[in-house]
C-alpha cells in the first residue's frame, strides 16, 4: 500500500492535536489530588523510602521511564511488574515505601492482583490512571489523575493520547519534586556521570579556561598600542586589565573597544588603554561549571569572560569561540 503525503500529513497533523489536547486537559484538571500525592512522595523520600513503579502492556514502558526520571534526580526508584512482584519480586518493598501504579483503565487484573500485596507489605499507594471510578482509583491512598479525551488511534484501540499524557505528568510529578528539593546543577551531574550530558554538566571553567601565554594581562595604564600588541601575540579578542599595584582587575579591552578608540583623535595608540576599557567586566571564578559561564555568555550578550581568583586577580579567559568546540553550546 502506497503512502499518500497529502493524507498521511493530515493523520500526523490530527494525532499531534489530539495528544496536545490530552495534554492541555491533563493541565487544567490538576487539583487537590495532584498536591497530595506530590506531598506523599516528599514524604517518601525525606524518610528514606523508594518509589515503586508498576504497570502492565504500555503502561509498563511508561512507569519505567518514570522511575528513571526520578532516579536521575537522585530519587531512588524502581520499576516493578505486577507478574514477577507476586512470584517473588515484592522481596524489594519495604514498608515506608510509595508505590504508583499506573493503569489507564484502572482495571487490569493484574496490577489489581499486586494492589493488596503491597498494603500488606505497609506501602501507601498511588492511583496512576485516568479512570478515577476505577477499582484501582477507589482502592488507592492517592491519585495521579490524568485527562484523555480520545486516543489518537483511528481504531480506538492503541493507547497513544493516553500513555503521552501519563508520562508527561509523571514528569511533571519529577520536575515539582526537584524544585521542591532544591536541587542544583551541581546535584544533577552527580547522577550523570558518563557520556556527553555528564561530561558537560562535570565540566569545570578551569577545564576550558585559556591561561598562561594565552592569557593577555597588562597594567591599566599600558599604552594602548602596547595592550594591543599583547592582544595579538595571545591570539586573544581581549586584555584583561589590572591595577599597577595590587593586580586586581580593574577592565577588561576588547577588539571592538580597540576599534572605537580610533574615532577619539590621532594620538589614540599613545594613550592609557584605562581611556577605552569597559570597567566592571563580567567575571566567573575556575571552580565554577561550564554552564554557567554560558549563562553569562548567553544572558550579557559578551565575547569574553575574565576567570578571577580569591582577590580579584585575572587567572584564565573563556573566549566565547571556544564553546561550540567544547559542545556546551
Given at each position: 500500500m502506497a503512502i499518500a503525503p497529502k493524507s498521511a500529513l493530515a493523520r500526523a497533523r490530527l494525532c499531534l492535536r489530539i495528544e496536545s489536547n490530552a495534554l492541555t486537559a491533563t493541565a487544567k484538571s490538576l487539583g487537590p489530588d495532584f498536591v497530595a500525592t506530590a506531598r506523599a512522595v516528599e514524604t517518601t523520600i525525606a524518610s528514606g523510602g523508594k518509589l515503586i513503579f508498576s504497570g502492565v502492556g504500555k503502561s509498563a514502558p511508561i512507569a519505567q521511564k518514570i522511575a528513571a526520571t526520578f532516579n536521575s534526580t537522585g530519587v531512588p526508584s524502581c520499576f516493578l511488574d505486577p507478574t514477577q512482584a507476586l512470584h517473588g519480586d515484592l522481596g524489594l518493598c519495604a514498608e515506608g515505601d510509595l508505590a504508583l501504579i499506573l493503569s489507564n483503565s484502572g482495571q487490569s487484573d493484574e496490577v489489581l492482583r499486586l494492589?493488596?500485596?503491597?498494603?500488606?507489605?505497609?506501602?501507601?499507594?498511588?492511583?496512576?490512571?485516568?479512570?478515577?471510578?476505577?477499582?484501582?482509583?477507589?482502592?488507592?491512598?492517592?491519585?495521579?489523575?490524568?485527562?484523555?479525551?480520545?486516543?489518537?488511534?483511528?481504531?480506538?484501540?492503541?493507547?497513544?493520547?493516553?500513555?503521552?499524557?501519563?508520562?508527561?505528568?509523571?514528569?511533571?510529578?519529577?520536575?515539582?519534586?526537584?524544585?521542591?528539593?532544591?536541587?542544583?546543577?551541581?546535584?544533577?551531574?552527580?547522577?550523570?556521570?558518563?557520556?556527553?550530558?555528564?561530561?558537560?554538566?562535570?565540566?569545570?571553567?578551569?577545564?576550558?579556561?585559556?591561561?598562561?601565554?594565552?592569557?593577555?594581562?597588562?597594567?591599566?595604564?599600558?599604552?594602548?598600542?602596547?595592550?594591543?600588541?599583547?592582544?595579538?601575540?595571545?591570539?586573544?579578542?581581549?586584555?584583561?586589565?589590572?591595577?599597577?599595584?595590587?593586580?586586581?582587575?580593574t577592565g577588561i579591552l576588547t577588539d571592538g573597544d580597540f576599534r572605537r578608540s580610533a574615532l577619539t583623535g590621532p594620538d589614540f595608540l599613545d594613550r592609557p588603554a584605562a581611556d577605552f576599557m569597559t570597567r566592571s567586566p563580567k567575571t566567573i571564578a575556575a571552580d565554577a561549571l561550564g554552564v554557567d559561564a554560558l549563562r553569562l555568555f548567553e544572558a550579557h550578550k559578551i565575547d569574553d569572560l575574565i576567570v578571577i581568583d580569591e582577590l580579584a586577580r585575572p587567572i584564565g579567559l573563556i573566549d566565547g569561540q571556544d564553546l561550540p568546540k567544547l559542545k556546551i553550546v
Open positions: 494492589l493488596p500485596m503491597l498494603k500488606r507489605f505497609g506501602l501507601a499507594v498511588v492511583a496512576f490512571t485516568s479512570n478515577p471510578e476505577s477499582d484501582l482509583a477507589r482502592s488507592a491512598d492517592h491519585r495521579l489523575l490524568y485527562r484523555v479525551p480520545r486516543e489518537a488511534c483511528p481504531l480506538a484501540l492503541a493507547p497513544t493520547a493516553s500513555t503521552t499524557a501519563a508520562l508527561a505528568l509523571g514528569d511533571a510529578l519529577a520536575m515539582v519534586l526537584l524544585e521542591a528539593r532544591g536541587l542544583t546543577r551541581d546535584d544533577f551531574a552527580k547522577y550523570h556521570p558518563a557520556g556527553n550530558l555528564g561530561r558537560v554538566l562535570l565540566l569545570r571553567v578551569r577545564d576550558i579556561m585559556r591561561t598562561a601565554e594565552r592569557l593577555p594581562v597588562a597594567p591599566e595604564t599600558v599604552r594602548l598600542q602596547d595592550a594591543i600588541l599583547a592582544m595579538t601575540k595571545a591570539k586573544s579578542g581581549s586584555i584583561a586589565l589590572v591595577h599597577p599595584r595590587s593586580g586586581k582587575l
